[in-house]
Protein backbone atom coordinates (compact mmCIF):
# COMPACT_ATOMS: atom_id res chain seq x y z
CA UNK A 1 0.00 0.00 0.00
CA UNK A 2 1.02 3.41 -0.70
CA UNK A 3 0.16 6.73 0.78
CA UNK A 4 0.61 9.73 -1.34
CA UNK A 5 0.43 13.14 0.50
CA UNK A 6 -0.10 16.63 -1.34
CA UNK A 7 0.60 19.90 -0.30
CA UNK A 8 1.34 23.33 -2.14
CA UNK A 9 -2.17 24.67 -2.81
CA UNK A 10 -3.98 27.71 -2.30
CA UNK A 11 -4.77 31.32 -3.48
CA UNK A 12 -2.65 32.86 -5.47
CA UNK A 13 -3.27 35.72 -8.29
CA UNK A 14 -3.21 35.56 -11.94
CA UNK A 15 0.36 35.35 -13.32
CA UNK A 16 1.60 33.66 -10.01
CA UNK A 17 3.34 30.54 -9.21
CA UNK A 18 2.69 28.00 -6.58
CA UNK A 19 5.07 24.76 -6.14
CA UNK A 20 2.56 21.61 -5.45
CA UNK A 21 4.91 18.27 -3.42
CA UNK A 22 3.82 14.98 -3.08
CA UNK A 23 5.61 12.67 -0.90
CA UNK A 24 4.92 8.87 -1.29
CA UNK A 25 5.07 6.48 2.16
CA UNK A 26 7.14 3.42 1.26
CA UNK A 27 10.60 1.92 0.02
CA UNK A 28 9.15 1.45 -3.74
CA UNK A 29 8.66 4.99 -4.75
CA UNK A 30 11.58 5.02 -7.38
CA UNK A 31 9.56 2.31 -9.12
CA UNK A 32 6.51 3.84 -9.84
CA UNK A 33 5.45 6.39 -12.53
CA UNK A 34 4.01 9.55 -11.51
CA UNK A 35 1.26 11.80 -12.26
CA UNK A 36 -0.49 15.03 -11.78
CA UNK A 37 -4.02 15.41 -12.65
CA UNK A 38 -6.65 18.25 -11.83
CA UNK A 39 -10.70 18.48 -11.88
CA UNK A 40 -12.60 21.66 -11.33
CA UNK A 41 -15.72 21.68 -10.34
CA UNK A 42 -18.36 20.20 -12.69
CA UNK A 43 -15.36 19.19 -14.86
CA UNK A 44 -13.70 15.69 -15.72
CA UNK A 45 -10.63 14.95 -13.85
CA UNK A 46 -7.69 15.49 -16.18
CA UNK A 47 -3.99 15.02 -16.97
CA UNK A 48 -1.57 17.64 -16.22
CA UNK A 49 1.73 15.93 -16.24
CA UNK A 50 3.93 12.70 -15.54
CA UNK A 51 7.30 11.36 -15.05
CA UNK A 52 8.14 7.57 -15.53
CA UNK A 53 10.46 6.01 -12.35
CA UNK A 54 13.52 7.02 -14.31
CA UNK A 55 12.81 10.45 -14.67
CA UNK A 56 14.16 10.25 -17.89
CA UNK A 57 11.39 11.89 -19.56
CA UNK A 58 8.35 14.30 -18.96
CA UNK A 59 4.51 14.53 -20.54
CA UNK A 60 2.47 17.30 -20.45
CA UNK A 61 -0.85 18.73 -21.12
CA UNK A 62 -0.75 21.04 -23.90
CA UNK A 63 -2.52 24.11 -21.12
CA UNK A 64 0.06 23.24 -19.14
CA UNK A 65 3.16 23.09 -21.50
CA UNK A 66 5.91 25.33 -21.27
CA UNK A 67 4.30 26.79 -18.08
CA UNK A 68 4.32 23.82 -15.77
CA UNK A 69 7.24 21.98 -14.68
CA UNK A 70 7.51 18.03 -13.16
CA UNK A 71 10.15 16.75 -11.61
CA UNK A 72 10.39 13.68 -9.02
CA UNK A 73 13.49 13.37 -6.52
CA UNK A 74 13.37 9.49 -5.51
CA UNK A 75 15.36 9.85 -2.22
CA UNK A 76 12.67 12.32 -0.84
CA UNK A 77 9.99 9.49 -2.09
CA UNK A 78 8.56 13.27 -3.63
CA UNK A 79 6.99 14.69 -7.00
CA UNK A 80 6.90 18.08 -7.77
CA UNK A 81 4.73 20.54 -10.09
CA UNK A 82 6.17 24.04 -10.43
CA UNK A 83 3.01 26.23 -11.92
CA UNK A 84 4.49 29.36 -13.28
CA UNK A 85 2.75 31.71 -14.99
CA UNK A 86 -1.00 30.39 -13.33
CA UNK A 87 -3.89 31.37 -14.95
CA UNK A 88 -7.61 31.31 -13.51
CA UNK A 89 -8.28 28.73 -15.69
CA UNK A 90 -5.70 26.30 -13.54
CA UNK A 91 -8.35 26.67 -10.35
CA UNK A 92 -9.15 22.70 -9.51
CA UNK A 93 -8.08 20.52 -6.87
CA UNK A 94 -4.66 18.67 -7.86
CA UNK A 95 -3.94 15.03 -7.02
CA UNK A 96 -0.77 13.42 -7.40
CA UNK A 97 -0.95 9.54 -8.50
CA UNK A 98 1.20 6.73 -8.49
CA UNK A 99 1.03 3.81 -11.12
CA UNK A 100 2.76 0.43 -10.90
CA UNK A 101 2.54 -0.92 -14.01
CA UNK A 102 2.71 1.80 -16.12
CA UNK A 103 1.01 1.72 -19.61
CA UNK A 104 -0.24 5.16 -20.80
CA UNK A 105 0.58 7.78 -18.17
CA UNK A 106 -2.27 10.43 -19.47
CA UNK A 107 -4.92 8.17 -18.63
CA UNK A 108 -6.00 8.08 -14.63
CA UNK A 109 -7.82 5.08 -14.89
CA UNK A 110 -3.98 3.28 -14.89
CA UNK A 111 -3.34 4.72 -11.76
CA UNK A 112 -2.94 2.61 -8.76
CA UNK A 113 -2.74 5.00 -6.01
CA UNK A 114 -4.05 9.06 -5.09
CA UNK A 115 -3.70 12.02 -2.98
CA UNK A 116 -6.47 13.75 -1.03
CA UNK A 117 -5.90 16.81 -3.36
CA UNK A 118 -4.89 20.16 -2.56
CA UNK A 119 -6.56 23.06 -3.77
CA UNK A 120 -5.59 25.42 -6.45
CA UNK A 121 -7.27 29.17 -6.36
CA UNK A 122 -6.17 31.88 -9.38
CA UNK A 123 -7.88 34.95 -8.64
CA UNK A 124 -8.07 36.93 -11.92
Known amino acids: QVQLVESGGGLVQAGGSLRLSCVAS????????MGWFRQAPGKEREFVSA????????DYADSVKGRFTISRDNAKNSVYLQMNSLKPEDTAVYYCAADVLPVYLRDPRTYDYWGQGTQVTVSS
Open 26 to 33: GRTFSRYA
Open 51 to 58: IPSSGSTT
